[in-house]
Every structure is written in C-alpha cells, then in structure tokens.
C-alpha cells in the first residue's frame, strides 16, 4: 500500500514563503510523474508543477518564477518550494505521483493560506 503524507501548509502573508513536503512510504525511484496540485474553493483542482523520473520539471505559468519543484529519491520526498506567495495561491495542495502504468496515489491535502 503506497501512502503519501504531506506537511508544510499553512497561513502566510502576501510575499511570503512555505516549503511543502511529500513523504512516500514506498522507494520512489519507480515513479515517473511527482507532481503537486491545488484545489481552491468552488475551482476545480489544478496541477500546479510536476517533475520526472529524470528530472524535468514543468509549471503553470501562474507560478512559474515562484515555485520550485524537487525530489529527493534518497528520502522518497517531493517537495514544493513556493515563494513570493500571492493570496490566490490559497487552496488545498495535493500530492500526487503515478507509476509507469499510470497508477496514481494521493495524500490527504495540505492547506495553504495567503492573507493579504
């Protein structure tokens, strides 16, 4: 059973910072798409910034320059980088990673809150 438990959310002024963090019960080596999305209230949930297998990353374009995506195989961790935070960044962040046949797991969600 794969299990993903993210931490790091919570309330920040306009202008601040968060660094969220995905933990893997499992070795994440497998895993070809870690990737974070968000889900504000009333919108329907969005990928915010994945990274490959190998490395590449990719962002929508609203957070493009702000935040910044890693994976630390050695730790089975995934990790947001989100700076510069606006109050429109406020929403539920999820964790998500899927396999090389498309399995896909979920954490629980973390919630992030720019006041401003």
């Known amino acids: 059973q794969v299990q993903l438990v993210e931490s790091g959310g919570g309330l920040v002024q306009a202008g601040g910072s968060l660094r969220l963090s995905c933990v893997v019960s499992?070795?994440?080596?497998?895993?070809?798409?870690m990737g974070w999305y968000r889900q504000a209230p009333g919108k329907q949930r969005e990928l915010v910034a994945y990274?490959?297998?190998?490395?590449?990353?990719n962002y929508v374009d609203s957070v493009k320059g702000r935040f910044t995506i890693s994976r630390d195989n050695g730790k089975n961790t995934v990790a947001l980088q989100m700076n510069s935070l606006k109050p429109e960044d406020t929403a539920v962040y999820y964790c998500?990673?899927?396999?090389?046949?498309?399995?896909?797991?979920w954490g629980q969600g973390t919630q992030v809150t720019v006041s401003s």
């Open positions: 998500n990673v899927r396999t090389i046949l498309d399995v896909s797991y």
């Open positions: 990274i490959g297998s190998g490395g590449s990353t």
């Open positions: 499992v070795n994440i080596f497998s895993f070809t798409f």
